[in-house]
């Protein structure tokens, strides 16, 4: 199985830094499967070529499970697999390729996001769907396909053509984008994954699909065959995708309607308090691993840093633009080893079973459930309180009755743009109790910020406890 990528970019030996690999040396490198090795068949000033090329030991296929369930004993030893790109190739990049798929590079940090003119061959690459789902995949993504069929190996040539292409992907880009979109669509065109696939496989689709997944035409395509078409994570994957911020992705529009709601709120440094209020409510309950649902720009997440108390605290937000700013809020890539391991940005949805939040002895939700469309919140409540069940829960939500008494904020209007309902004292406290007696939690209400002797205070405060 091999991959080679070409570059004329000048110097071509950039390449090397790129992908982290000398070019003067073959390296090698032992996979689950077999073992991958790294040279470089052309190195010049105008051009150069990095092959990788991949050994698949067909013992280690039948140990490793699939394999071993192919129909027949002789197909579990002699079979395609050691010939053609698939997902084996897809892990070996995401392994042995890894700080180019990220996109860094330290001795050359302007190189990762330089667009160079690269041409990706791939000498055997199955395609279940033929070349029409070949151009339909790579053509969107800005990519000259070139393609030939291969045919089946025979001497009276009897046999016909072979599902198989040799492939030539040609395009100016950053690298990491090759190799990203390889990574993703070389399963999808075999329609095949080599290993289990669970929820986890949801978060790396749309990781590795940032920014260009959610716009692509055939993302259904995509995410069926990625998922090895498992119904339940391919509607999981599709429905967080069009939650994601793909119509404001620079997250411009959600930062403009965050500033006017602070601008709102300030005279009373009402989001302060709330911050405040929800830190010490986990603080005095002597918890110590946190998810912030909803975290936004990672500001509870600072808060709880602070403290040595919290040994992991985990942010989860649908918003890919707010994970970055909470990322560089943070400051993540600065952070000492001992004090990056305490936290954690995942990108997901909160109305959707995950099982990366079960185990935590809290969870907080500030100013998140109003942004959810009310037909919705049940599912949020499936998601959180019976799959995930932290034992604390505390949410806040605004106070609608309060609105009047914000000087700006015009009658009948909602404090923020986004969100979708504001609730009365007495309807959070219905949904609330309610909530709390179907799962099992008791329930504590209280209220943040000054408090008005006819409407209330501005913030309400749900905490909930799972009973024993």
Same mark, same amino acid.
């Given at each position: ?25 073959? =390296? ?17 000033? #105008? ?21 071993? =369930? ?7 030893? %002699? ?52 070349? +029409? ?8 993504? &800005?990519?000259?396909? +070139? ?12 046999? *016909? ?61 995509? @995410? ?25 992705? *620079?997250?411009?529009?959600?930062? @403009?309607?965050?500033?006017?709601? #602070? ?21 005095? @309950? ?22 040595? =108390?919290?040994?992991?605290? %985990?942010?989860?937000?649908?918003a890919h633009a707010s994970l970055e700013r909470a990322e560089r809020r943070l400051h993540l ?5 001992? =004090?990056?391991?305490? %936290? ?16 935590? #002895? ?32 505390? %949410? ?59 409407? &209330? @205070?501005?913030?309400?405060? &749900? ?6």
């Open positions: 199985m091999l991959l080679t990528i070409r570059t004329t970019h000048s110097p071509a030996g950039d390449l090397g830094y790129l992908l982290h690999k000398h070019p003067e040396r073959v =390296q090698d490198f032992d996979l689950g499967f077999g073992r991958a090795h790294i040279f470089y068949p052309e190195l010049g000033d #105008d051009a150069c070529t990095a092959a990788l090329l991949l050994e698949i030991d067909p013992i280690r296929l039948v140990r490793g499970g699939p394999a071993a =369930q192919a129909e027949g004993l002789l197909s579990q030893y %002699v079979n395609d697999r050691p010939y053609v790109a698939s997902s084996f190739l897809s892990v070996a990049i995401a392994q042995v390729l890894r700080s180019a798929l990220a996109g860094i590079c330290k001795e050359r940090p302007e190189l990762p996001e330089l667009p160079i003119p690269l041409v990706a061959r791939l000498p055997c690459v199955p395609c279940r769907g033929g070349e +029409t789902l070949l151009r339909k995949l790579f053509e969107p993504l &800005g990519y000259t396909i +070139t393609t030939q069929r291969l045919a089946l190996d025979n001497d009276d040539n009897t046999w *016909g053509m072979a599902p198989y292409w040799s492939v030539a992907l040609s395009r100016s880009c950053p690298l990491r984008e090759l190799l990203t979109h390889l990574y993703v669509l070389l399963p999808v065109l075999d329609d095949d994954k080599h290993y289990y696939i669970g929820d986890e496989e949801v978060d790396k689709l749309l990781r590795f699909g940032d920014g260009w997944l959610a716009d692509h035409p055939e993302r259904e395509t995509i @995410a069926t065959r990625y998922l090895k078409h498992r119904a339940g994570l391919t509607r999981m994957a599709l429905a967080r995708l069009a939650e994601s911020d793909a119509d404001d992705p *620079g997250g411009e529009l959600q930062l @403009a309607r965050d500033l006017a709601e #602070d601008t709102l709120e300030r005279p009373m440094n009402l989001n302060e308090e709330r911050l405040h209020a929800v830190a010490l409510l986990l603080r005095a @309950a002597e918890v110590s691993t946190v998810l912030d649902l909803g975290c936004g720009e990672g500001k509870l997440l600072a808060r709880l840093l602070k403290h040595k =108390q919290f040994t992991r605290v %985990v942010g989860v937000e649908v890539d600065e952070m000492p080893e001992r =004090q990056r391991a305490r %936290v954690e940005l995942l990108h997901g949805s909160l109305v959707y079973r995950d099982h990366r939040l079960d185990g935590f #002895d809290a969870a907080a939700a500030v100013e998140v459930i109003e942004h959810i469309d009310p037909e919705r919140l049940p599912a949020f409540e499936r998601a959180l309180f019976a799959g995930a069940r932290p034992g604390l829960v505390i %949410v806040t939500t605004p106070n609608r009755e309060y609105n009047p008494r914000f000087e700006h904020l015009p009658a009948g209007a909602m404090r923020h743009s986004d969100h979708r309902f504001e609730w009365t004292r007495a309807e959070f406290a219905a949904w609330a109790e309610g909530l709390a007696a179907r799962n099992g939690y008791t329930l504590e209400l209280s209220a943040i910020g000054p408090h008005d002797p006819e409407l &209330g @205070a501005p913030t309400q405060i &749900g905490v909930f406890r799972r009973c024993p």
